[in-house]
């Protein structure tokens, strides 16, 4: 199975409200982060957070990482209609001395007007 | 900055014929990626370059899938004889080693389809 499962696999809200998506993985990690990606479009990086590190901020977003539980979490607050995209975790790791990168499955999200 | 260039945005090609995508990295990022996306498997990376070197090719499904990275600024995929189930969203991304944030930058993609 993959490194990293996103939880929902889709998620449906209204404008204004917040939306949550939840990342699970299995090894033992350097960093997580999150990409957005459009419909029709390329993965776009959000945010980074190192596995030192509890909780990141940027914007409208806010990370969580719990290593113990090998999991991490995304919250979009005051979500808007442009906000609709499919959200990845990727996880990384130390692979052969280098860092190798393993995407999760994504949650499609649809913010309603 | 152009960004990650992929080319062709589409290709539509028989099965048995070989299929070449194209990629401009990033100038001045030293590792390149190529993933392959489908609603089945996710994303996938299926090879992942250095200094233009390979590194990791592991996730190369099969023989017909070849890929090269003659110099700094160009990568090629090739897939000989292509199959309908290579049908997919093939994406280069690169990035540059020493950055804090470790961001990958995605190319449009290439969105493949074999008859």
């Known amino acids: 199975s993959q490194q990293g499962e996103e939880d929902p696999q889709a998620l449906s809200i209204q404008e204004g409200e917040n939306a949550t998506m939840n990342c699970s993985y299995k090894t033992s990690i350097n960093n997580l982060q999150w990409y957005r990606q459009n419909s029709g479009r390329g993965l776009v990086h959000l945010i980074l957070i190192r596995s030192n590190e509890r909780e990141k901020h940027s914007g409208r977003l806010r990370v969580t990482l719990d290593t113990s539980k090998k999991s991490s979490s995304l919250l979009i607050t005051a979500s808007r209609a442009a906000d609709t995209a499919s959200y990845f975790c990727a996880t990384a790791s130390n692979s052969g001395g280098y860092q190798k990168v393993t995407f999760g499955t994504g949650t499609k999200l649809q913010v309603i007007p | ?115």
């Not at chain 2, 539509?12 to 990295?25: A, S």
């Not at chain 2, 190529?34 to 390979?54: C, D, K």
Request: net charge neutral.
């Open chain 2, 1 to 115: 900055d152009a960004g990650v260039i992929q080319s062709p945005r589409h290709e539509v090609t028989e099965m048995g014929q070989e299929v070449t995508l194209r990629c401009k990295p990033i100038s001045g990022h030293d590792y390149l990626f190529w993933y392959r996306q489908t609603m089945m498997r996710g994303l996938e990376l299926l090879i992942y370059f250095n200094n233009n070197v390979p590194i990791d090719d592991s996730g190369m499904p099969e023989d017909r899938f070849s890929a090269k990275m003659p110099n700094a600024s160009f990568s090629t995929l090739k897939i000989q004889p292509s199959e309908p189930r290579d049908s997919a969203v093939y994406f280069c991304a690169s990035r540059r080693s020493g950055t804090a944030t470790y961001e990958q930058y995605f190319g449009p993609g290439t969105r493949l389809t074999v008859t």
